[in-house]
């Protein structure tokens, strides 16, 4: 399965955006999804997880509250809704399928190219 991330951009803190990650190739109704994040000079950071029919979800602490994941698995699409963006939410986020709603990159097989998302303070 193909993976592209999209909807990063610049937006100032206590603003809002909305990343989508779109699937060819592969249904991604038969997968778990998973949303990272990696900062300059930091390793690549769990956000959060949705199971394959999007009955069940799992956040970091440091979103929870202020992020939401979902998916329209007619659309193919995931989603990841960010409110009160923070600077330290600054990074590239990238999305991720795997057969397993998992806090781990390894927990996932496939990978989409990273959306930078940067706000300002």
């Known amino acids: 399965v193909q993976l592209q991330a999209s909807g990063g951009g610049l937006v100032q803190a206590g603003g809002s955006l909305r990343l989508s990650c779109a699937a060819s190739?592969?249904?991604?109704?038969?997968?778990?999804m998973g949303w990272f994040r990696q900062a300059p000079g930091k390793e690549r950071e769990f956000v959060a997880t949705?199971?394959?029919?999007?009955?069940?979800?799992y956040y970091a602490d440091s979103v929870k509250g202020r992020f939401t994941i979902s998916r329209d698995n007619a659309k193919n699409t995931v989603y990841l809704q960010m409110n009160s963006l923070k600077p330290e939410d600054t990074a590239v986020y990238s999305c991720?399928?795997?057969?397993?709603?998992?806090?781990?990159?390894?927990?996932?097989?496939?990978w989409g190219q990273g959306t930078q998302v940067t706000v300002s303070s």
């Open positions: 949705i199971t394959k029919s999007g009955g069940n979800t």
């Open positions: 190739g592969r249904t991604l109704r038969s997968y778990c």
């Open positions: 991720a399928a795997g057969p397993q709603p998992g806090v781990w990159y390894y927990d996932y097989d496939y």
